[in-house]
């Protein structure tokens, strides 16, 4: 076997970005928010991903602003480190080492070089028992900084971010847990508990959700398993604390948030709503309904101008200050399973898979970004936790990308109902449109469906079906008629003695088409539908069925229920090799001989990449992920890695994604992409929506001066005005003076006045005629002169010519006095 740490497992596409709640700029331009392993940035504006602050080994569980430095921000993780940024230009500033995993951070401005995190008790990701710590920041000037000064504010506390918050001016903070709220008094150092009755007078539970504190006031609000929200006041008397309450959620409050100025509750839940409670008016309310999926956190703002609702679907929506939807930053949509396998669009290279109920989503990884969903089911979808709907169970593309095959499934009580579907690709809307609508394509439920590869010797496309009747379907597209376009047809019926089929596959050539019925592996020739031979192998059901490609195409593998990992060559129809192994899932590489091969033992699972021609692995790697893998697919590259060492070489041509079984979608990596993805990181990137200034004209393109030719004829003012701005700007900030003295000179310098204009349009006048009169002399002394006189280059300097001294005088009259005047001692 061949293990190389060369290559590591990583969230890389598709990972949550509704994790954590995200922070907002103190602009309003960027939202950062924890996903995966990195923190992304996003624009506000734009949806687009601007920066990935990259950095950590393990899952990023917190981000919060600095609050002495509005362009930084600390990230926390459960590798056990801080890690401060310049979030504006992704660069890490400082890491500081805690040792234990955090599962949340929080900041004070009242508490300068103190951050408060989440750790386990018992310093161990298993625990259940959790204490809220003060880190003291040292100041030091290295970049890795051991921060081992830690202590203890509040035991016994929710790993859960929304169950703390900091209330008025850092003089306190709640945090909940159960049926219980604490408030600690930081100066005093004591806190008071209440509690609560495990139900309510209707029978609904009193369990606290979540915790906010109003800015300006003694209030806590906090959010209820009931749907109540209670707003605390005179706490800080165990015995004299009273509370009132709100209510309009019918179930748990997801999350709840004021506003910077304390005039607005905000809170969010399952309904996909977002109330905005007046404070101290609690008849008034507004809402902001039909948002898409429930609310999980909702974030105010610095400046109070945005909002932000992070819903259960893996999006987050950007709401302005008027109540309106501006923005939606859409992530890869996991629900609770994927019943489609994972697919790649032939056309966009897009990930596609189960997204929204009934539809499936359409993903970049290259982007990392949501294309479109597209609408499977084509009826409403009622939330409803006891009722039956249509449901999107298989899907399958053909090779160009221009057919695609959905199954839909919805069971009622004993009866089944089945959809198949067939999609044609439209050019003009780019995107795929219902073609042929076969209801009841079986009498039970379908277990595989695949399409026929297009070759040269094949120019129909067939799609095959397979279900738990004992019947397998091919269906061929029909030719073109007067009145309908193409449509699709069964072709063929095939059965084998009254056997389940549980999966099927082509070759590559499309030559053969492979059905398992339980025990038994049969080869039928596609163009007669004939079976050609049946496969033998030990006692056991077929599981996977797989072609070798390229070279290995006479090779057909396949897993059994028995554990085994069987190997025959087609030529021989005999068992080219066989071994034990429990293959969870197994598939090709479509631009390769390789396969890779998911093996669970022990309760993780392992990773075997193997040509079929050779059963010892070219790659193999342990404990990829704890549990099963759901689902896994390889993505052709856009553009090919040239790795030189054996063990990486089965990741050039393509990327291998997989599904853990907690629904996190993880790929491989190698060490070359984790430094190239650094590098990029680390470039600066020039906005081109900020407004057009003078200072931006002269800082923000740099590059496009260099691109272009340098004009061949400087005035001394200009040197001196360059020298002056470059000066200007590489003298320290601490020894200029203030921004109004410099601001009032460049304004002044910028005006115009009236006889200015009335001067120079003279001055213009002039000058036409001079050049009128230079024009009419240089044609009288062509005409004098018969004989030109041979001259050498050498001994006369090249003339300007009108151009050039035409932007001569222009310069002449620029007024930089401004800046010189600051220089002048």
Not at 180 to 209: C, D
Request: hydrophobic residues 35%; proline residues 4%; charged residues 20%.
């Amino acid at each position: 076997m061949v293990e190389h740490a060369d290559i590591r497992v990583v969230h890389r596409g598709g990972s949550k970005i509704n994790f954590r709640a995200p922070v907002i700029s103190d602009d309003s331009r960027l939202l950062l928010c924890a996903s995966g392993e990195c923190v992304k940035v996003y624009s506000t504006s734009t949806e687009e991903c601007v920066h990935h602050l990259r950095a950590h080994t393990d899952v990023v569980t917190g981000v919060v602003l600095r609050p002495s430095n509005h362009l930084q921000v600390y990230s926390c993780s459960m590798d056990g480190t801080i890690r401060l940024w310049d979030f504006t230009d992704a660069i890490l500033i400082k890491t500081y080492v805690i040792g234990q995993p955090i599962y949340s951070i929080y900041a004070s401005a009242q508490h300068n070089g103190v951050l408060f995190i989440t750790i386990p008790m018992l310093n161990d990701k298993t625990s259940e028992m959790f204490h809220l710590v003060a880190v003291h920041l040292q100041q030091s000037t290295e970049q890795l900084v051991e921060a081992r000064e830690l202590s203890v504010v509040i035991s016994h506390v929710s790993s859960n971010p929304a169950a703390i918050a900091f209330g008025r001016a850092g003089e306190y903070l709640a945090s909940t847990k159960g049926l219980q709220l604490e408030v600690f008094f930081l100066k005093k150092q004591k806190s008071n508990r209440f509690s609560l009755k495990e139900e309510n007078k209707k029978g609904r539970k009193n369990t606290f959700s979540c915790v906010t504190c109003h800015p300006t006031d003694d209030c806590i609000a906090t959010g209820h398993e009931d749907g109540q929200i209670r707003l605390w006041r005179n706490f800080s008397h165990k015995k004299e604390y009273t509370y009132s309450t709100l209510h309009w959620h019918h179930t748990t409050v997801g999350s709840l948030c004021f506003t910077p100025e304390g005039t607005n509750l905000l809170s969010g839940g399952v309904e996909s709503v977002l109330v905005q409670w007046r404070y101290n008016q609690d008849t008034q309310r507004d809402f902001l309904p039909r948002l898409g999926a429930a609310i999980t956190h909702v974030t105010v703002s610095p400046d109070g101008t945005l909002f932000t609702t992070t819903h259960s679907d893996n999006k987050i929506t950007i709401i302005r200050s008027g109540a309106k939807v501006s923005a939606v930053i859409q992530g890869l949509v996991k629900g609770e399973s994927i019943e489609t396998d994972l697919l790649i669009d032939p056309r966009s290279k897009a990930l596609v898979m189960n997204g929204k109920p009934g539809h499936l989503q359409f993903y970049s990884l290259q982007r990392d970004k949501l294309m479109y969903n597209l609408d499977i089911v084509q009826q409403e979808y009622i939330y409803q936790s006891d009722l039956q709907q249509f449901e999107v169970v298989k899907a399958a593309f053909n090779s160009s990308g221009n057919w695609l095959a959905t199954v839909e499934r919805e069971q009622k009580d004993a009866e089944l109902e089945l959809n198949l579907k067939l999609w044609a690709f439209d050019d003009q809307t780019q995107s795929f449109v219902l073609n042929t609508t076969i209801s009841a394509p079986h009498e039970n439920r379908i277990t595989a469906l695949c399409f026929s590869p297009a070759t040269d010797s094949q120019t129909t496309t067939v799609l095959v079906s397979s279900s738990k009747d004992g019947h397998f379907k091919a269906w061929q597209l029909a030719a073109h008629t007067e009145d309908e376009g193409p449509c699709w047809s069964c072709d063929f019926v095939g059965a084998y003695h009254g056997l389940v089929p549980s999966c099927c596959c082509f070759s590559a050539d499309g030559s053969l088409l492979a059905v398992s019925f339980q025990e038994v592996v049969t080869v039928w020739s596609s163009a007669s539908w004939e079976l050609l031979t049946t496969l033998s192998q030990p006692p056991g059901d077929i599981r996977d069925l797989c072609f070798g490609q390229l070279s290995c195409s006479k090779y057909l593998l396949g897993t059994s229920t028995s554990n085994l990992l069987l190997c025959w060559n087609l030529l021989t129809c005999s068992l080219e090799w066989s071994t034990s192994m429990d293959i969870s899932l197994l598939l090709a590489d479509p631009l390769s001989e390789n396969m890779a091969a998911f093996c669970s033992q022990s309760g993780y699972t392992h990773l075997f990449v193997f040509k079929p021609s050779e059963p010892r692995p070219i790659f193999s790697q342990k404990a990829v992920c704890s549990g099963k893998v759901m689902r896994a697919v390889f993505a052709p590259r856009e553009e090919m890695l040239e790795s030189c060492e054996e063990s990486s070489q089965w990741l050039n041509r393509c990327q291998l994604y997989f599904l853990s079984q907690h629904m996190d979608l993880m790929t491989f990596t190698t060490k070359a992409e984790e430094d190239k993805l650094m590098d990029s990181s680390k470039q600066l990137v020039i906005d081109d929506t900020v407004a057009m200034t003078p200072f931006h004209l002269l800082l923000g393109k740099r590059r496009k001066e260099r691109e272009e030719p340098q004009p061949a004829v400087s005035s001394p003012s200009a040197q001196r005005s360059s020298s002056s701005i470059r000066e200007l700007l590489q003298t320290p900030a601490h020894v200029l003076p203030s921004t109004s003295y410099l601001c009032s000179m460049f304004v002044r310098s910028l005006l115009i006045s009236v006889t200015d204009n009335r001067e120079e349009n003279n001055e213009a006048e002039g000058e036409m005629d001079s050049e009128k009169e230079e024009e009419d002399s240089e044609e009288e002394m062509d005409t004098r002169d018969t004989r030109p006189e041979q001259v050498s280059a050498e001994s006369v300097s090249p003339a300007l010519t009108k151009a050039q001294l035409r932007e001569l005088r222009r310069l002449k009259k620029q007024d930089h006095s401004w800046l010189q005047g600051l220089l002048d001692p």
